[in-house]
């Protein structure tokens, strides 16, 4: 995934297309300029907050004009949740295919919980695009991360125990996505990286404990 930082920086990683008749394909223009649109989608949102992450700035992001962005997106919705799509598509992988060779369940959450801190570490924006919308940015878009942290939560514990006596409701599950957030979006508040050993233990210890209690959950998250 594009990753970008603060305006210039989106334009940096992605690169400006030359000027002129440069012989590019059409569809690799078309690849480039939306990627470069999701880019700045992500660094206005973050800089800016939904609301205030108007077109001509997320345009101005990513280094293309306003005519373009309506080439691509109608709204700026639209853009946003195409942008969300793809950010979720690909911390959901990364996060999927982490821990696969680890035999006890908690050693797998664990090496998730990495695998997750490395793709937010990788662009700090992207904890304040995500999970920072405000409840003015309307109902589908607190919908739209909602969806994403439920998501989420699944991957990180798919796989957990079945032997337990009580195992965690769609209540508790809740409960545990709301606090998972809020500790990522203290931690991107900070500047996002790189994540503190504190911040990685106390979430292998969230996720952990509804599934194992809080004491065995605590012990796992400090094993080497």
Known sequence: MAGTGKGGAGEERLGRLPPGRHG???????????????????????????????VGR???????SRQTFYDYFSTKEECYLASYQLFETHTLSAVGEAGEAERGWAGKVTKRIDAMLEVLAGNPDL?????????????????????????LVGALTYGAPKSRSHRPGGIELEALAGSLASLLVGWGKTGGTPAPEALRLGLVELVLAPFLGHDQAAAEARKD
């Open 24 to 54: 590019l394909s059409r569809d690799f223009v078309a690849r480039n300029q939306r990627e470069r649109l999701i880019a700045g989608t992500i660094a206005a949102v973050s800089e800016h907050g939904y609301r205030d992450a108007s």
């Open 127 to 151: 904890v304040r695009f995500s999970l920072a919308a405000p409840s003015a940015a309307g109902e589908e878009i607190l919908a739209r991360e909602r969806t994403f942290l439920e998501n």
């Open 58 to 64: 997320i345009a101005a992001a990513a280094g293309v």
